[in-house]
């Protein structure tokens, strides 16, 4: 009987260990030798505009939208003026207030951002954390937002979000930048 409970304890424990390296997320810093070199002040100075899908977690594509940014950068902090269109023709503005927080590192505010984004930078890749109060049928809903961006070269910047509540991984957001 105790070598069956044993074994029972053992696969339990592997089957953890298994789950909680499956949790871990990549460390953007696993991206610092790639190139081109993201300079967020760079590619986002100026007009740049993007196209995007957010798909639920089945992958089911429930929206779609065009987003047009307009970027400052003066110094340590920049402003970025977003302006999206939704495929149901909702339109929706946002704008981003960055600041310098270190090397590759910046912090990010918006009037939908609970607290503040927090942003790092290695070589090619920007890594965004944050948490979004997003209107959902008629109440206010919190989602953690876990935002890739990676730089494939001086025009095109490609971005993808996943979004979970509790810890629940609900969808994504995968969107391509392109400047002018």
């Known amino acids: 009987m105790k070598s069956r409970l044993a074994a029972l304890l053992g696969a339990c424990a592997s089957c953890l260990i298994v789950f909680l390296q499956g949790c871990a997320s990549p460390s953007v810093q696993q991206y610092a030798h790639e190139k081109p070199l993201l300079s967020l002040e760079q590619y986002f100075k100026g007009q740049t505009q993007g196209w995007g899908m957010v798909t639920n977690r089945q992958g089911v594509v429930t929206r779609r939208f065009v987003v047009s940014i307009s970027g400052q950068f003066e110094g340590e902090t920049g402003t970025l003026d977003e302006s ?12 981003w207030t960055l600041r310098k927080n270190g090397p590759g590192r910046w912090i990010g505010t918006a009037d939908d951002v609970v607290g503040e984004a927090i942003g790092e930078i290695a070589g090619n890749t920007l890594r965004w954390r944050y948490t979004m109060a997003l209107p959902v049928d008629g109440r206010t809903v919190h989602l953690d937002f876990d935002d ?10 490609l971005n993808r979000a996943a979004f979970s509540k509790f810890g629940i991984h609900l969808g994504e957001v995968t969107l391509s930048f392109q400047r002018p």
Not at 90 to 95: P, V
Not at 148 to 155: A, G, S, Y
């Open 148 to 157: 890739w961006m990676v730089l494939i070269d001086d025009k095109v910047l």
């Open 84 to 95: 999206f269109v939704w495929s149901d023709g909702e339109r929706q503005h946002r704008i």
